[in-house]
Antibody
């Protein structure tokens, strides 16, 4: 079955960097686009970024443009989110999700990023 | 950016009752690209409805979706105890692929 496992979260100071990873299994990773979605504590879902199945296109929410970079390694079935110049407002649980014609049809369990001095 | 506005913010109902949740878009969304998710406390979201009206795999038929253009509805015909949760709509018609702010369905 589809499995997505995020890692790399933690506590980081404002202005620092962090890289999140998402290990995929149970499906043909190279055939699917992938998303990052975040959820601040006690708040709703916020879509962050998407990458096409082959990495050819990437889109971001305005609040992370120029600071976050989504990437993938199809050989090793990994998705990444490089987060630079982190801000307090980036504090959230970050989920990776599989893209399908039906939308985001599978989700990981999330990894918590806390940006605090 | 397409803004999705969900209403009501909170819906207080009893098990067995019908729930009707609204999602209104600031501009027209192709219905093919409108989804609904359920999120229970401490869990990841789960896809319920895609293409505005198609149930995802394993979703009970008490869940149904409808709508087109700027107005979409999620209905739960008879609430079961496990249905008390937060529900989000999302559009993936154009980037950024925005979510609504959510509707909490709570036990009355």
């Amino acid at each position: 079955q589809v499995q997505l496992v995020e890692s790399g979260g933690g506590v980081v100071q404002p202005g620092r960097s962090l890289r999140l990873s998402c290990a995929a299994s149970g499906f043909v990773f190279s055939s699917h686009g992938m998303h990052w979605v975040r959820q601040a504590p006690g708040k709703g879902l916020e879509w962050v970024a998407v990458i096409w199945f082959d990495g050819s296109k990437k889109y971001y929410v305005d609040s992370v443009k120029g600071r976050f970079t989504i990437s993938r390694d199809n050989f090793n079935e990994m998705l990444y989110l490089q987060m630079d110049n982190l801000r307090v407002e980036d504090t959230a649980v970050y989920y990776c999700g599989r893209s399908a014609p039906s939308g985001v049809d599978s989700w990981g369990q999330g990894t918590l990023v806390t940006v605090s001095s | 950016e397409i803004v999705l506005t969900q209403s009501p913010g909170t819906l207080s109902l009893s098990p067995g009752e019908r729930a009707t949740l609204s999602c209104k878009a600031s501009q027209s969304v192709t219905s093919t690209y409108l989804s609904w998710f359920q999120q229970r406390p401490g869990q990841a979201p789960r896809l319920l409805i895609y293409g505005a009206s198609r149930r995802a795999t394993g979703i009970p038929d008490r869940f149904s979706g409808s709508g087109f253009g700027t107005d979409y509805i999620l209905s739960i015909s008879r609430l079961e105890p496990e249905d008390f949760a937060v529900y989000y709509c999302q559009q993936y018609d154009s980037s950024p692929y925005t979510f609504g702010q959510g509707t909490k369905v709570e036990i009355k």
